[in-house]
């Protein structure tokens, strides 16, 4: 099959278009949301707020501009139609894709990665916390962590913070094998509920086969990627859970659903079908602030290739060590990210504070950029 040749800036463009970053803004309304949702697949979740919102509610607020935070908890906790659960890392992900996610809902014990086979050993020690959690939360439900008791024989051994935190560790391994969901919150707290009934009646919920779920996690993976090597498919969206990947792209191929491509003369990639007429689409630009975490800088190698944008998430770097800032929000300007602003949400005062501006070479402030952070400042400020 005949590759698609295409430059640098179409990538770039084409990777910003997938991900909603151009052209006229959805309404933002739940069926804007929803419809960023299916674009998108994926909005990763992280609890730091220094910003004045976790990246969660960021990542649909640049897309659609300000809006009403508690749209998106509707969608979440009473219509059902995200649910929180593993993509390319702890999301939010569509409930009609739960075929999909459903495949790796499945008890460690049946797996053999060096990980789970320790989970495995670990929840076996501790049948009977296991045990309690789910009868608790099935006779009590919703519950967040600490409405249960923590009766583990063998602690959970790490070097980090959870260390010992045995009630959340059992919570967020009963969460990976689909035993239980988040179903709301208290505060910073999770509820947690059986997943049995907390899923919609809708939802869908026929085993696929192997290839058919490959086939479909991989077309929705470069969907939204818009331009992807197959790498980069397999960073994005299920992470590391792409069953017969090279096979998925070459049936995606012979029903032309993908192209393949090659990137200022590099081959290996390979093109979405909503964008084989790209070059006929009119390019609207914008200029907007990006979660740390958003989609479009997720894979930091691609960020790198189609942007010469070198980024990287420095909350744990020492604050001397810093190249950036502490909660950066990139920003993109058209096809290009220019710079990046380092912020911390004043809550007292209710206003945005940009603590460090850093521009690329040959960019920097400008009337468009001083506008996103000042619609910025408007969103956070008002929820």
């Known amino acids: 099959m005949e590759s698609v040749n295409l430059s640098l800036r179409d990538a770039r463009r084409i990777a910003i278009r997938a991900q909603r970053l151009a052209g006229p ?78 495949a790796t809902m499945r008890p460690y014990s049946q ?133 017969d990947l090279k096979g998925s792209l070459r049936r995606l191929e012979d029903r032309r659903e993908v192209l393949p491509a090659t990137v200022a003369g590099h081959r290996g990639f390979y093109l979405h079908r909503d964008h084989f007429e790209h070059q006929a689409a009119p390019w609207r630009g914008r200029t907007l602030l990006l979660s740390p975490f958003d989609n479009l800088i997720a894979d930091r190698a691609r960020t790198k290739m189609l942007f010469d944008f070198d980024f990287g998430i420095e909350i744990y770097v020492p604050a001397e060590k810093r190249k950036r800032g502490y909660y950066v929000l990139p920003i993109l300007s058209g096809d290009r990210l220019i710079g990046s602003a380092d912020v911390r949400f004043d809550r007292s005062a209710r206003r945005l504070v940009v603590q460090k501006l850093v521009f690329e070479e040959g960019s920097g402030m400008t009337p468009a950029v001083q506008r996103a952070i000042d619609e910025f400042e408007t969103f956070v400020s008002a929820n």
Do not use: C
Request: no cysteine; proline share 4%; hydrophobic share 45%.
């Open 25 to 102: 803004r959805p309404p933002a309304t739940a069926e804007g949301l929803m419809e960023i949702a299916r674009s998108i697949r994926v909005i990763q979740i992280d609890s730091i707020a220094v910003a004045g919102a976790p990246t969660q509610y960021l990542v649909p607020f640049s897309r659609l501009g300000p809006y009403d935070r508690a749209i998106l908890d509707r969608l979440v906790f009473v219509d059902r139609r995200l649910f929180h659960y593993l993509a390319h890392a702890a999301s939010l992900v569509l409930t009609e894709d739960f075929q999909i996610f459903a």
């Open 111 to 243: 797996r053999t990665d060096k990980w789970a086979i320790r989970a495995a050993e670990w929840m076996e020690a501790n049948a009977h916390l296991r045990q309690q959690v789910l009868d608790a939360i099935r006779q009590r439900g919703p519950l967040r962590s600490r409405d249960l008791e923590d009766t583990a024989t063998e602690h959970w051994q790490s070097t980090g913070w959870t260390a010992g935190r045995n009630v959340n560790q059992m919570l967020e391994r009963l969460w990976v094998e689909g035993e239980i969901t988040v179903v709301g919150r208290d505060g910073n707290q999770r509820l947690w509920d059986l997943a049995s009934r907390w899923f919609p009646a809708w939802t869908p919920r026929e085993k696929l086969s192997e290839k058919a779920r490959s086939d479909r996690a991989v077309e929705l993976s470069l969907k939204a990627l818009g331009v992807a090597t197959e790498r980069q498919i397999y960073q994005h969206f299920t992470r590391w859970a792409y069953e």
